[in-house]
């Protein structure tokens, strides 16, 4: 009797045991369906293409940006010659302030042409 037990624990433990598996194969059966329903419905994410051109979009955006960096730095360079140091080395040099260097190529054009003395009046002015 307690081996007839014994075997009938034994085949009711390993139908139990089959029951679980085929409820756990089943369970993964509709989770993996549930996945694959899901990627369909989304896509399957990116392709290369859409990859590439998202990346070049970047690269693109990094470089007009150091582009625009580049154009400020050279405009904020030449401001800062010609406010700050042209006038120092014109006044160290030619003795002109920023006007009379401004208008003196136009006086001696006048006096090379006409004959004038404009160029020395503009020498003369007081600033």
Do not use: C
């Not at 955006?61 to 014109?90: E, G, K, S």
């Amino acid at each position: 009797m307690i081996s007839a037990f014994f075997s009938s624990s034994e085949t009711s433990l390993f139908s139990l045991n089959r029951i679980q598996l085929r409820r756990l194969q089943a369970s993964r059966r509709r989770r993996d369906r549930a996945v694959v329903r899901l990627v369909h419905r989304l896509g399957r994410g990116p392709k290369r293409e859409d990859l590439i051109e998202l990346t070049t979009r970047d690269v693109w955006r990094l470089v007009y940006a150091r582009l625009l960096l580049l154009v400020f730095m050279v405009t904020a360079y030449i401001f800062i010659f010609n406010v700050w140091t042209r006038p120092l080395l014109l006044r160290e040099t030619t003795g002109l302030g920023w006007l009379q260097a401004f208008l003196w190529p136009f006086a001696h054009s006048v006096d090379y042409f006409f004959g004038t003395q404009t160029s020395s009046w503009i020498r003369r002015m007081p600033f």
